[in-house]
Every structure is written in C-alpha cells, then in structure tokens.
C-alpha cells in the first residue's frame, strides 16, 4: 500500500491527530483556582497548564469563544420562549447572544 503525502494545509494537523488528550480528576478548589489564573492570564484551562508545566503554549491567541451544547429539547425550549420555530436556529443563537450581552451589562451595572 502507498502512502500519499498530505495537503500541505493538512500537514500541521496530524501533529494535533496524534496528541493524547489526559484527564486530571482534582478537588474543586484546585480545578477553580487554575480556571481563575487561566481567565486572569487570558488563557484557555488547558493553555494554563501547559504554562504551569512549563510546556510551550500557542503564541497565536485562540478566538476567544464560550460553548454550550444545545439538544433538540433545548431548542423547543429556547424556541417557545423566543417566540420562534426550534428550525431556526441561527435566530435562537442571535437570541442567546443577546440574552447574554444583557445579562453580561447587568452585572457589570451590578459590580460583578
């Protein structure tokens, strides 16, 4: 069998293919407190203890961006209280956004 060579755009990915990701089960208190040094020091948990550990980070900052992971349910839901079909999720996620961002000036008027 012969081995094709990759897209050379695809070269830099089969070094991420090939890393092992390890879990670390800690006490809550530790798990908080480097979720804390990594939002401090604008970094991901991960990039935080790669720092630690003296490991080298990426240089090129990652585009900050939060995830939740919605169900079909979770749409109906949002859906129904948008007053929007659960098929249009691209609104229901301009909706989220903005429930968000007025949630975020709230409790910046709030001091937290």
Do not use: C
Request: zero cysteines; proline letters at 7%.
């Amino acid at each position: 069998m012969t081995q094709r060579k990759l897209p050379e755009k695809w070269q830099s990915s089969v070094r991420a293919a090939k890393a092992v990701q390890v879990a670390f089960d800690m006490d809550e208190a530790l798990q908080y407190h480097i979720r804390r040094q990594a939002l401090d020091n604008g970094l991901s948990p991960s990039d935080q203890i790669r720092h630690i550990l003296t490991l080298p980070t990426p240089t090129k900052p990652k585009r900050p961006r939060l995830t939740v992971s919605l169900s079909p349910q979770d749409y109906a839901y949002l859906a129904e209280r948008y007053g929007l079909e659960p098929g249009q999720q691209l609104e229901i996620k301009h909706r989220v956004m903005d429930e968000l961002l007025a949630h975020s000036r709230q409790a910046d008027k709030r001091g937290r």
